[in-house]
T-cell receptor, first 115, second 111 residues
């Protein structure tokens, strides 16, 4: 079945440690996205990538880094510079890079808790 | 003024009620309008999609767009406990841009 796979589903880390969240898609979509979701805040865009080896900052990129070495993969690293990393992280993809309807397909999310 | 406004709720209704969920927006360039449903601790899934103004119906769900008022609605008829979720509106313009989301409305349907 086609879809987006995020791992791990739950992750606990100590303060000051970098953490990498995995996102893989087999939908052959061009664009991939990372969102952060906090209670009462809705979805906030962290980074997005429209093509391999290229990515753009979203609204809250500080303290995060990404790479897009393969079309199928868009990992997100939460660095120690992120002041409040505990959140629910969602990866998404879309067929076209920004153009068209913009319909997003989401993964099941990764919940990161920093102790 | 935020680009997209959505009442966070929670909205509590009895089973069988008609539910109305709404978003207002300020950017007149928005052309594509979507509603996503998100169950607790899950990723959002696309529920309804509408281009420009008008109505769209899919089973118990009806999406309405009024571009003159910059107002979109999602109606749920004969609501069921399984409809209990957070509903997010999202929209974008016709250019190369990312979706703009509302903050979501939590809906609780009691049996």
């Amino acid at each position: 079945d086609g879809g987006i796979t995020q791992s791990p589903k739950y992750l606990f880390r100590k303060e000051g440690q970098n953490v990498t969240l995995s996102c893989e898609q087999n939908l052959n979509h061009d664009a991939m996205y990372w969102y952060r979701q906090d209670p009462g805040q809705g979805l906030r865009l962290i980074y997005y990538s429209q093509i391999v080896n290229d990515f753009q900052k979203g609204d809250i990129a500080e303290g995060y880094s990404v790479s897009r070495e393969k079309k199928e993969s868009f990992p997100l690293t939460v660095t120690s510079a992120q002041k409040n990393p505990t959140a629910f992280y969602l990866c998404a993809s879309s067929i076209l890079a920004g153009g068209g309807t913009g319909e997003l397909f989401f993964g099941e999310g990764s919940r990161l808790t920093v102790l | 003024q935020k680009e997209v406004e959505q009442d966070p709720g929670p909205l509590s209704v009895p089973e069988g009620a008609i539910v109305s969920l709404n978003c207002t927006y300020s950017n007149s360039a928005f052309q594509y309008f979507m509603w996503y449903r998100q169950y607790s601790r899950k990723g959002p899934e696309l529920l309804m999609y509408t281009y420009s103004s008008g109505n769209k119906e899919d089973g118990r769900f009806t999406a309405q767009v009024d571009k003159s008022s910059k107002y979109i609605s999602l109606f749920i008829r004969d609501s069921q406990p399984s409809d209990s979720a957070t509903y997010l509106c999202a929209m974008k313009d016709s250019g190369y841009s990312t979706l703009t989301f509302g903050k979501g409305t939590m809906l609780l349907v009691s049996p």
